[in-house]
């Protein structure tokens, strides 16, 4: 198909995006009006992904669309805010196929209707490297109520979302680093790579009961850490208690080398969060109106002689060592 | 110098640039909390810069990042709005030198204490390709009172601030296609297409005055044409009136054909706005009070028979033709 000039672009695929948006206006302005509801502040966070980096250059334009905007709603609900909107700034190369962008546009489109968000504005530009995604989402949340990484005290439970160390076996199918013994268990973990799901509901129904929240991209260890480094406390991890997949089971029963990819890998987009005890119950009644598993796996303790950090202990309470890299990219 | 991480780098550059938003957490968290001021709303804009492209790959980084942002807060600017905070994505080569990281947040650090503005959050990656910059800028704006590029009447008087065409003969002067007379009027040349300055001042002043506003990006012609589309007007502008620098007045009297740049060039970021006469005395205040040229260069006429548009006319009223393409970027 011929490409369109950029203005026909915007038209045809990123325009529609915006109609439910009326300060939008339908991407013909130089910016867009927005505004959190009363009683609310605004949350915003910026991500930014590259062909080659973040996505393998093949993958289906629409999944990469979703991913993007995933990755970044995933921020807004590790704040505890509900998403509200986005911009977008897009660099493709110049002989990019105007399938590529439709497909992509498809995707963004799918995903902006599941999560309840509208496209804002952007920019899109050429490039003679590789394509480069940046996207800004905008959420909302009560005043004085966001979530921070700073906030877990002695005490307090930590949880997980979800199950935890798909994406990144996922990855290690996709590259061709892992076979997995069952076509189903293959593609269970390459659609939790490639589609990861922001726990928007878990997020939003976490403000006011979580103390600190993150989303886990860099991998478990690595984004608890950034909880204890910055909430200045120890964090104790029943490895047992994490809950795995089927799929990821199967992987690590045959080789128990990849629980490192449990533990460090990234991507899952699963949140983490500590809360104090007394909200347990709280919690429960979240998972089952949220539809997500949520999963007690671990305890925060008192920074002794200590650094802030991460440790993973086995059932008798002894230390598993592990490398506690976050994830690297390919 | 040798590269740090990710993580140092963004404590080390970034995290000082977020200092005074408390709502920043310091770069440390998922997002950035904020809000508009009460009886506000928030204004958001994106724009996206790639080496080679919008940029050369050599200029200096720190003039990159004045310009990263003045380009954004001009869109800010056109919407009436006062800019607050941005975003920033940046993906650069791996093998990206620290003293570049190092200039960069200097220009970032210069130009944002000149706007009153924060960095807020945003994402650093690597790249196999060039150096590719996106940044979100939040403003806001009275609620209500953003302007926008559809609001033109018949009547209106059409206006511009400071000096048109100088920057599209700055980079002429940069590619090597143009040589001044004067090494003065080079250097005034290139300096207006390297450090563009965002009217904030002006385009404040201009909600509840301006019917209208652009930022001339892709050139006067061009934008102007935005704002003859979305108001469904015909805009016709006195050539004689376009305000032109010495420099390019100069450059113009010995080359008439480099009038293209004037009508045709972009990244001057200017702001075109459009008012009722009735506002004409406060105008001539506001380019006092922000110290900032303002000419009067045309006028809003009916749309009849044609198409909306934009018509450059001779004193005489007389038709000039011109190529109203906007700006290519080279």
């Not at 660099?91 to 439709?102: L, N, V, Y």
């Not at 045959?254 to 949140?271: H, I, S």
Request: with cysteine.
């Amino acid at each position: 198909m011929a490409r369109a000039s950029e203005f026909e672009t915007i038209e045809r695929y990123f325009a529609p995006l915006s109609a439910a948006a009326p300060g939008a206006y339908g991407l013909s302005n130089d910016a867009a009006v927005w505004c959190p509801n009363d009683g609310c502040e605004a949350v915003i966070t910026t991500d930014c992904m590259v062909a080659g980096v973040h996505f393998l250059p093949d993958d289906p334009p629409d999944l990469i669309a979703e991913k993007l905007l995933a990755v970044n709603l995933s921020d807004i609900a590790a704040m505890g805010a509900r998403p509200t909107g986005y911009t977008l700034a897009v660099a493709w190369p110049r002989d990019i196929d105007e399938t590529w962008i439709a497909g992509f546009s498809q995707g963004l489109e799918r995903a902006q209707t599941k999560a309840h968000v509208s496209l804002l504005g952007g920019d899109t530009v050429g490039t003679p490297g590789p394509l480069t995604l940046s996207l800004t989402a905008l959420g909302e949340v009560p005043t004085g109520e966001a979530l921070s990484r700073s906030g877990a005290n002695p005490g307090d439970s930590v949880y997980v979302t979800g199950t935890i160390g798909d994406a990144a076996l996922g990855l290690q199918v996709l590259i061709g680093t892992l076979e997995p013994q069952s076509a189903a268990d293959r593609d269970a973990l390459v659609r939790r790579y490639r589609q990861p799901e922001a726990r928007i509901g878990v997020g939003v129904g976490l403000s006011g009961i979580a103390s600190a929240a993150i989303d886990i991209s860099d991998g478990l260890a690595a984004d608890l850490g950034h909880v204890a480094k910055q909430s200045i406390a120890s964090i104790e991890v029943e490895a047992a208690a994490i809950p795995l997949s089927v799929a990821a089971c199967a992987c690590v029963d045959k080789e128990p080398a990849l629980w490192g990819a449990v533990f460090g890998g990234g991507d899952d987009y699963e949140l983490a969060f500590t809360a104090s005890p007394a909200h347990a119950a709280e919690i429960e009644t979240l998972a089952r109106s949220a539809d997500t598993p949520i999963t007690r796996i671990g305890v925060i303790k008192n920074v002794e002689d200590d650094e802030p950090g991460v440790w993973f202990v086995n059932p008798d309470g002894s230390v598993i060592t592990i490398e506690q890299s976050g994830f690297r990219h390919f």
